[in-house]
């Protein structure tokens, strides 16, 4: 059976509660797919439901090991708090997320010194007993509030507003009073309550337990965008992420590396995020995001993010998100896609793989045989050849840039190297289904045997005029 219906049959058998099947899938993809961490994570998780915990925390242990050799720091701390679930007091995994904890976010401020104990409160004294058929009093709700956005900052909302705005939370069981975002005090009407910041308005966080909940929205500030200001610009490092309370941004991309022309790749409204992924993953904004009208934002800082990254739920929803919105970006940014409709290039994409490599990593080598199709999503790779024994770049490629279609489509080996200049993030899609794809799509081998053409044609110029500097070099 192909990966593919592998991977199939294990999903579906973990979604009908067949743990035990799943379990026995995702093992089989473990050993088909060594590389692929994911597949220990789903055999833990499935041991983990079919109540399996001893072998649970082996198939953890061993997603660990890999994403430490990996780098993948954070994945690695996530994971041991999986374990550590399954079964608490594991005294090396508790070392290990220690060490982890402080590799990736150094020491907290404060950490050596203890902290000090609180003198017991003394219990208020109780009520008096209702009198018979007197109506029960609500209780209040419990209200927390977060400190205001600091004032020293021209965009936050407590200097636009000539106010000071609190953020609450509230951390009572009875329904969160919420005020509309239209409704926010003016200059001129001094707040009441202030704002209420609910679950619903931050979906990402809604399965947080309410103290991580409650101590997140504390560490956010409230700010404020015009219409036509840009919030993230591409290119830029990744020190924050935001959460949009009000309003609708579209999220803008380069074309490819040498191109100066944007293509839109989304529209975001309330209740969505972005900047995360760059605050993750450490690399430059893959995009930049520009308000189309007036809008609200949460934004957190990277210190936040990280601790945020660590609940399970909040990793998870990351993940898909990631895989998502990677699928949606590479539509608009590549050309290869052109000839399809939407549903058909959504199917398309979900055939492809997804692979990240560190810079200076190779991803093809002269010579090799041809594997796969590539699309850079995000990064760039360079192009480079021997020729006089002196190494030559022939190109750089960046986000929607495909590579490696030379050798598919001459069934010869690559005629060049292809080495990641920064991280990237790739997708590449076998050779078996891009030999598919061009009997039932003659369109798409039009577009890549243009394609190829082209850069056959630059390259054979670039060879020469090498050639030709070399003959005259020995001729001096």
């Known amino acids: 059976m192909e990966t593919r219906a592998l991977k199939d049959v294990a999903a579906d058998a973990f979604r009908l509660g067949r743990y035990a099947r799943a379990a ?107 009198a018979p058929g007197t109506p029960e009093k609500v209780p209040e709700p419990n209200w927390e509030t977060v400190p205001p956005p600091d004032a020293a900052a021209p965009d936050m909302l407590a200097e636009d507003l000539g106010l000071q705005m609190a953020l609450r939370v509230s951390r009572s069981r009875e329904p969160e009073e919420i005020i509309p975002l239209d409704e926010l005090p003016t200059a001129a009407t001094p707040p009441r309550k202030g704002y209420v910041l609910s679950r619903q308005q931050v979906p990402l966080l809604k399965d947080l337990p309410k103290e991580a909940f409650s ?36 999220v803008v991309r380069q074309r490819g590396a040498a191109s100066n022309n944007g293509v839109r790749l989304a529209t975001l409204g309330a209740g969505t995020y972005f900047g995360e992924m760059a605050v993750l993953s450490g690399e430059p904004r893959t995009a930049s995001v520009v308000a189309e009208e007036a809008c609200d934002v949460l934004v957190a800082d990277e210190e936040l993010v990280r601790d945020l990254a660590v609940h399970a739920s909040v990793w998870d929803a990351l993940a898909v998100e990631r895989r998502q919105r990677t699928l949606s970006n590479v539509r608009f940014l590549c050309t290869l896609f052109r000839p399809f409709g939407a549903q058909d290039a959504a199917q398309l994409i979900t055939r492809f793989v997804e692979h990240d490599y560190d810079p200076e990593q190779a991803i093809i080598l ?34 929607g840039d495909v590579f490696g279609e030379m050798s598919l489509l001459n069934h010869e080996g690559a005629v060049a190297n292809v080495t990641a200049k920064t991280r990237v993030h790739a997708l590449a899609l076998p050779k078996p289904v891009f030999d598919e794809l061009l009997f039932t799509h003659p369109s798409v081998l039009e577009e890549i045997s243009d394609l190829a053409h082209r850069r056959a044609q630059a390259n054979a110029k670039r060879e020469s005029g090498e050639q030709d500097a070399a003959v005259a070099s020995a001729g001096t």
């Open 215 to 250: 101590l997140a929205a504390k560490r956010m500030k409230l700010r404020r965008f015009s219409s036509g200001e840009v919030i993230l610009r591409e290119g830029d490092p990744g020190t924050s992420m935001y959460f949009l309370l009000r309003g609708r941004v579209r």
């Open 24 to 130: 026995e899938v995702y093992a089989q993809l473990a050993t088909t797919e060594p590389h692929v961490v994911q597949h220990r994570l789903k055999l833990g998780d499935s041991y983990r439901c079919a109540g399996s915990k001893d072998q649970a925390v082996v198939a953890y242990r061993s997603a660990v090991k890999d994403y430490n050799d990996q780098g993948l720091t954070l994945r690695a701390i996530a994971t041991c708090k999986l374990i550590l679930e399954v079964s608490p007091g594991l005294q090396d995994i508790e070392v290990e997320l220690a060490r982890l904890t402080k590799q990736r976010f150094g020491p907290r401020p404060g950490e050596a010194a203890a902290a000090p104990v609180a003198a017991p409160t003394p219990a208020p004294p109780s009520a008096p007993a209702p």
């Open 366 to 399: 002269e010579g090799q045989p041809p594997d796969a199709l590539y699309v850079v999503v995000s990064g760039s790779v360079a192009v480079t050849k021997e020729i006089n024994g002196e190494v030559v770049q022939l190109a750089t490629l960046g986000a």
